[in-house]
């Protein structure tokens, strides 16, 4: 996993909306507002690119949990919950579905794999997938997206 890079962060913020026009601001693109869960996705360059993805999150908690994602190719992502376990580390349930396999984010589309390092930051190794997006589907194990886009 020594070719990992960083994917994407995600921050907390205290008014979405008024973050949404900051981070415009800024040249950021807005890709997608999840009213419901009260986040937006930007993407630091153009969207075509999926890479450099800023997450903003609306709480009213103090002690926000924060989030790291490595992009890592899917072929080590196929093999990274294995690994993981090797390391002693567990692949972590996320999103309503086991940690057994990856999921796939259908809306990028992108294939992750969730834990935690020891003070519960999260921490997840992402794909990017060559697939449209399908929005639709919401996320979904691999194996169902992949037999989907047969």
């Known amino acids: ?79 990274s919950i294995d690994w993981l376990k090797e390391k002693g580390i567990k692949a972590e349930e996320s999103f309503g579905l086991p940690g057994t396999e990856p999921m796939v984010h259908a809306w990028m589309p992108a294939a992750s794999v969730y834990f935690s390092d020891p003070d519960g930051n999260s921490l997840e190794y992402i794909s990017v997938l060559e697939n449209p997006p399908r929005r639709e589907l919401g996320v979904v194990q691999l194996s169902e997206w ?5």
């Open 1 to 79: 996993m020594k070719q990992a890079k960083l994917y994407e962060a995600h921050l907390m913020t205290s008014d979405l909306e008024r973050s949404i026009q900051f981070y415009k601001r800024l040249g950021f693109t807005l890709d997608y507002v999840i009213e419901e869960r009260r986040v937006a996705f930007f993407f630091l360059g153009d969207v075509e690119s999926k890479e450099n993805l800023l997450g903003i999150w609306e709480t009213d908690k103090e002690v926000p949990r924060r989030h790291i994602a490595f992009s890592i190719s899917l072929d080590d992502l196929k093999n």
């Open 146 to 150: 992949e037999e989907l886009n047969k």
